[in-house]
């Protein structure tokens, strides 16, 4: 059943309603034709997805430092955060979801990337949603500039070219918390379609109860990730700066019929004025760049207004070759 706020999407708040209502609800046995979505949610299990102790990128010794650079290729990353921020933010996004429906109207999105709305999951309500928001950006942000200064080092640009093309200083996070009630019937439904995120790192969080599964080589994996720690996607505008060495990670969630769901998310990306583009260094190794450039702010706009009715904004602004 689809969440009841839709991340990353402007969305009916009256259907949003029904939704949660809909899923409280002791009748619902069977999951209704508007919500149907034909879906197998299998995934298989992996033990392969690799855990990157960030802390080593900082105090590490430079044989620890040169292998965690070489397992970001294929990283996700294990939290410099402490466990007591990682748990408020869950809570203050369950208390959120828990508000009257009249309380939540107060924020409905007046824009695809309005930082504070119901409607897409960015929600901040309360001085202590703020305060505890507030304290969650400043470290994802510091955790995401430092992994991206290192990306760079791994791509073999020069030290400070990445914040310097992408303006980081003033870099664009989005907030997304998202609430997947029990389903009864999951093979029936599906919590996110699969799909890529606007920017250039996505992190998230859950509350314990499993339902995120990524595509690799065509075939879908569950990802459970360890206590304490903070899944990382590379996105969108990490494939096009890196003119393709990394490629923004296509994933989806999926719904269970036992426990409700609570993910939250930080899409970490450029400032909105940046121009992403392929970076030169890169081009002129490949000999030729296979994005087009795009300002930052245009690109997550296009892609949040469902503009493209279900095309990815990568397949749009890739260069196609001429034969």
């Not at 992190?203 to 339902?211: D, E, K, Q, R, S």
Request: proline share 6%.
């Amino acid at each position: 059943m689809a969440p009841a706020i839709a991340p990353m999407k402007p969305s009916n708040l009256a259907e949003n309603s029904f939704v949660k209502a809909l899923a409280e609800s002791p009748t619902l046995n069977s999951v209704p034709s508007q919500f149907a979505y034909a879906n197998d949610s299998r995934g298989s299990h992996s033990d392969s997805i690799p855990i990157v102790d960030f802390s080593l990128l900082v105090s590490g010794t430079p044989d620890q430092r040169a292998k965690v650079l070489r397992d970001l290729d294929k990283a996700s990353g294990e939290s410099w955060i402490p466990e007591s921020l990682l748990k408020a933010i869950i809570d203050a996004s369950l208390e959120y979801f828990e508000l009257p429906e009249e309380d939540k109207r107060r924020y409905e999105a007046k824009s695809a990337s309005d930082p504070i709305k119901s409607g897409s999951g960015s929600v901040i309500n309360t001085a202590n949603h703020r305060d505890v928001l507030a304290e969650f950006s400043e470290k994802t942000r510091s955790v995401a500039r430092k992994l991206l200064q290192d990306i760079g080092e791994n791509l073999g640009l020069e030290k400070g070219y990445v914040d310097e093309v992408l303006k980081l200083d003033s870099c664009f996070q989005l907030y997304a918390a998202n609430y997947y009630p029990p389903c009864p019937q999951p093979d029936q439904a599906i919590g996110l379609p699969a799909h890529t995120d606007h920017g250039l790192l996505t992190f998230l969080i859950h509350n314990g109860v499993a339902g995120l599964q990524i595509q690799h080589n065509g075939e879908w994996f569950n990802t459970n990730s360890p206590q304490n720690s903070i899944l990382v996607n590379t996105a969108d505008h990490l494939e096009i700066l890196s003119n393709g060495r990394y490629k923004s990670v296509r994933h989806r969630a999926v719904v269970n019929n036992e426990a409700t769901r609570i993910s939250v998310v930080m899409a970490n990306g450029a400032a909105p004025d940046a121009v992403v583009e392929p970076a030169g260094p890169l081009v002129e190794q490949d000999g030729r760049a296979y994005y087009h450039p795009m300002k930052f702010i245009e690109y997550v706009e296009t892609m949040l207004s469902n503009k493209l009715q279900g095309k990815s904004n990568l397949d749009c602004i890739k260069i196609q070759q001429d034969h």
